[in-house]
């Protein structure tokens, strides 16, 4: 089945470390997208990537790093430096060639700082 | 820049009554507007998308919206609701085109179906 898969679930992090989330799709999508969803307030951009080893910040940054070495791949890193991080973090894909911008989502990735 | 309004934070209804789900979007240019639902603890399932042409576009699980150019809106409906569409609805507009063009999405609509 194709999709976009997003590992873990759930993830519990200590006050200053770094965490990766990981995103991976077989749909072969150009385009992938990393978006931070809070009680309230939707969801917003990240970082987004058009193409394998190009990647562009969204509205939200810092405290984020990203990665794009494999077209099927786009793992997210929270840092230390990331003052609020627990949230609900959604991987998201676009098809070839669709200038509509439809996107389609991962499961998504329960982030809890303690 | 484009915008979301989604009026109602919650919506509560009764199993098998109609419902409608506002949504109001700002413009300078056409746009491209989504219907996305969200159940809980999950990732985002699109229902349905305007592109162009017919106004009244159908989506899945019996929803359909409406495209109001001249009230920049984009309100969902669906005549009769069951216990199982109690999720996050999110509505969300693109400009569309080549390039990276933004999705922006409104704070959503929680509907609340009980029996």
């Known amino acids: 089945d194709g999709g976009i898969t997003q590992s873990p679930k759930y993830l519990f992090r200590k006050e200053g470390q770094n965490v990766t989330l990981s995103c991976e799709q077989n749909l072969n999508h150009d385009a992938m997208y990393w978006y931070r969803q809070d009680p309230g307030q939707g969801l917003r951009l990240i970082y987004y990537?058009?193409?394998?080893?190009?990647?562009q910040k969204g509205d939200i940054a810092e405290g984020y790093s990203v990665s794009r070495e494999k077209k099927e791949s786009f793992p997210l890193t929270v840092t230390s430096a990331q003052k609020n991080p627990t949230a609900f973090y959604l991987c998201?894909?676009?098809?070839?060639?669709?200038?509509?911008?439809?996107?389609?989502f991962g499961p998504g990735t329960r982030l809890t700082v303690l | 820049a484009q915008s979301v309004t989604q009026l109602d934070s919650q919506v509560p209804v009764f199993e098998e009554a109609p419902v409608e789900l506002r949504c109001n979007y700002s413009s300078s240019v056409s746009v491209y507007l989504f219907w996305y639902v969200q159940y809980p603890n999950q990732g985002l399932q699109l229902l349905l998308k305007?592109?162009?042409?017919?106004?009244l576009v159908k989506g899945i699980n019996g929803f359909e919206a409406e495209f109001n150019k001249s009230q920049t809106s984009f309100h969902l409906r669906k005549p009769s609701v069951h216990i199982s569409d109690t999720a996050e609805y999110f509505c969300a507009v693109s400009r569309g085109g080549t390039g990276f063009q933004k999705l922006v999405f409104g704070t959503g609509t929680r509907l609340l179906v009980s029996p």
């Open positions: 998201a894909s676009r098809p070839q060639g669709d200038f509509t911008d439809t996107q389609y």
């Open positions: 990537s058009q193409i394998v080893n190009d990647f």
């Open positions: 305007y592109l162009s042409g017919s106004t």
